[in-house]
């Protein structure tokens, strides 16, 4: 949620008796408030409001970088753990979608209650591999053994297909971006850019507030 607000700060004092001196009091506290009054004129309010994933953050984050102070060498930085989240929870979800869709498919077939089945049977040995080392990470931050099994699922097939029916299976559009630059999202140097900052999704919560000033 955005808003684009104006901050008003009153000076609450204690009550003056007396006739001059209650009059100038009131006189400058109205003055005050007709010259805010005058200023709110030129202030536009915008209330952002949908559901998770309807772009309420990304908007956020083109007017902060086209109208505001945009995004510092250490604001950029704090997006990497956003993005190491978003590359393995991503990923974890295009698997979980295989093993959903080989589930349709067999069903209470004799081979799956023998077992017999494997619902990724599409996918190498080495894919297999990557799927365990994946599901024993405890933390959604990016490591060598992670990030190797990331870059194996993602050359696989099946993943890419998952990622082709992303509106039906809710991948995010941005995680082949990602995916295909997991080792410089590794590299120890590694700074966001603008595009990473703007492409990265994390779920936000509460009342974003932040004001622009927009010159014509």
């Known amino acids: 949620v955005f808003f684009q607000t104006l901050n008003v700060i009153f000076d609450m004092g204690g009550c003056l008796v007396g006739g001059d001196t209650s009059a100038t009091k009131n006189n400058e506290i109205a003055r005050g408030l007709a010259k ?24 956020f984050k083109q007017l902060r970088t086209i109208h505001g102070a945009g995004y510092t060498k250490e604001d950029r930085l704090k997006f990497v753990d956003f993005i190491h989240e978003q590359i393995i929870h991503e990923m974890k979800l295009a698997v979980e979608h295989i093993e959903l869709q080989g589930d349709e498919q067999y069903g209470d077939d004799d ?30 931050k990016l490591n060598d053994a992670t990030a190797a099994a990331c870059k194996t699922l993602w050359s696989e097939r099946a993943i890419k297909e998952v990622y082709e029916k992303r509106a039906i299976t809710k991948i995010e559009d941005s995680s082949a971006y990602f995916w295909n630059k997991i080792d410089e999202v590794m590299a120890p140097s590694y700074v966001p850019n603008e595009e990473d900052v703007l492409l990265a999704r994390h779920r936000t919560t509460g009342v974003i507030q932040q004001k622009f000033t927009i010159k014509r």
């Open 36 to 59: 805010e009054k005058g200023k709110d004129k030129y202030v536009k309010k915008l209330l952002f409001l949908g559901s998770g994933g309807s772009g309420k953050s990304t908007l």
């Open 111 to 140: 081979a799956k209650r023998d077992g017999g089945y494997d619902p990724f049977d599409d996918l190498t040995s080495e894919a297999k591999a990557a799927i365990s080392i994946l599901n024993a990470a405890g933390k959604n």
